[in-house]
């Protein structure tokens, strides 16, 4: 009898044991100790300096490392002729929508998407998808034809459309960037929920470090300002060879428990901290940032969070990502002062309060 409890006592142990191993396992409390230090322990394939194999590349020369990475996903619409103008472009837009967002589309063409907002900025716009493989897949796909044809601003790429390949369409975009319209001064990624105000982004873009400050000096009287003092203001412009990559930055930790989209297991990724990231809902590149961060790509292991990717690719080739409190990661509260300044919000999914945000700021100078 007492060999018949001992035993059973034993079995509640291990099974107890059994059972708290699994939860830290799920929360992800075990995997937390075995994390290596992303400060000193850092590698990430290809593992060595491959800069010069990249500028081989940029060249159009053979590299001496073979790349190890490459997005060789066909166009099903690759507008070549988008980005063709005798004008210098200032700024791309290179939104991230779904196969099904039409009406989203449709707005933002309407509000800050609109190509000629102003009469002397020159402004591209396109939408970047993939393919949606579903048993509505052909009819949907003949009306994105139709979109495409009438508007004549939709990028699509053969891969498929879901949360995981949000990489992939990224490097879409910048492949169509680099090799169809690289002559643009700026690109900004952006998802088809957020607002953006365009005025704010070329005010954001004239002087990155000192935005909005400066936009408030110059909106000063002349007794606390004085007028050469604000034409210098008004007046600085970046350099063309300037490395920008900017927006919401985050210095986080992966995410170990697997009950989150975002789950990061250590055999994918096992450092205990990501490289500081602009949150992929809207980041602002420069050309040489954009084109330096793509031919790096060819020598960075794909990973399927796109905005950790960027983040990577900044990483290899030094570019430090630039913070600015006016990129909203989420939704700003709303009201016709708090946008002033705003470059971007996130949280706009609803087609009409894009429409009624944007006309307010617009009629208020703001966008």
């Given at each position: ?195 953006i105000s365009t005025k704010n982004v070329l005010r954001f873009v004239r002087n990155p470090t000192n935005y909005p400050e400066y936009i408030k000096g110059s909106l000063k009287s002349k007794q606390t300002i004085n007028h050469r003092r ?138």
């Amino acid at each position: 009898m007492f060999r018949r409890i001992k035993h059973s006592i034993k079995l509640r142990h291990l099974l107890c044991c059994t059972v708290l191993v699994i939860i830290l396992q799920l929360f992800g409390v075990l995997q937390l100790l075995f994390e290596k230090d992303f400060h000193t322990d850092f590698h990430y394939p290809y593992d060595g300096d491959f800069s010069y194999s990249a500028y081989q590349l940029r060249m159009g020369l053979k590299p001496d490392i073979p790349p190890i990475n490459q997005y060789n996903y066909a166009f099903i619409h690759e507008l070549t002729d988008k980005c063709k103008t005798n004008d210098p472009i200032r700024i791309v837009y290179l939104i991230k929508s779904s196969p099904e967002n039409f009406y989203r589309r449709s707005v933002i063409r309407a509000t800050w998407g609109y190509e000629q907002r102003f009469s002397d900025v020159e402004i591209r716009r396109v939408f970047m998808l993939g393919y949606r493989d579903d048993p509505n897949q052909q009819q949907q796909q003949e009306k994105l034809n139709q979109e495409s044809a009438k508007f004549g601003d939709i990028l699509q790429s053969n891969f498929t459309d879901v949360y995981y390949n949000n990489t992939i369409k990224t490097m879409m975009g910048f492949k169509w960037a680099v090799q169809h319209c690289n002559t643009a001064k700026f690109y900004m990624f952006v998802d088809d929920d957020y607002y953006i105000s365009t005025k704010n982004v070329l005010r954001f873009v004239r002087n990155p470090t000192n935005y909005p400050e400066y936009i408030k000096g110059s909106l000063k009287s002349k007794q606390t300002i004085n007028h050469r003092r604000r034409r210098q203001l008004v007046d600085m412009e970046l350099p063309n060879d300037v490395k920008l990559y900017a927006g919401y930055v985050f210095n986080t930790k992966p995410l170990r428990h697997y009950f989150t989209k975002f789950y990061i297991g250590l055999a994918e990724y096992p450092y205990n901290r990501w490289p500081p990231y602009v949150t992929a809902g809207a980041y602002l590149l420069s050309r040489e940032a954009l084109m330096e961060m793509y031919y790096a790509s060819f020598y960075t292991q794909h990973f399927r969070f796109d905005d950790i990717y960027v983040a990577l690719l900044a990483l290899r080739t030094n570019i430090e990502p630039f913070h600015s409190d006016e990129f909203y990661m989420y939704k700003k509260e709303y009201s016709r002062d708090s946008y002033t300044f705003t470059v971007a919000s996130h949280g706009f999914s609803d087609p009409v309060e894009l429409i009624t945000a944007w006309n307010e700021q617009k009629s208020a100078g703001n966008a």
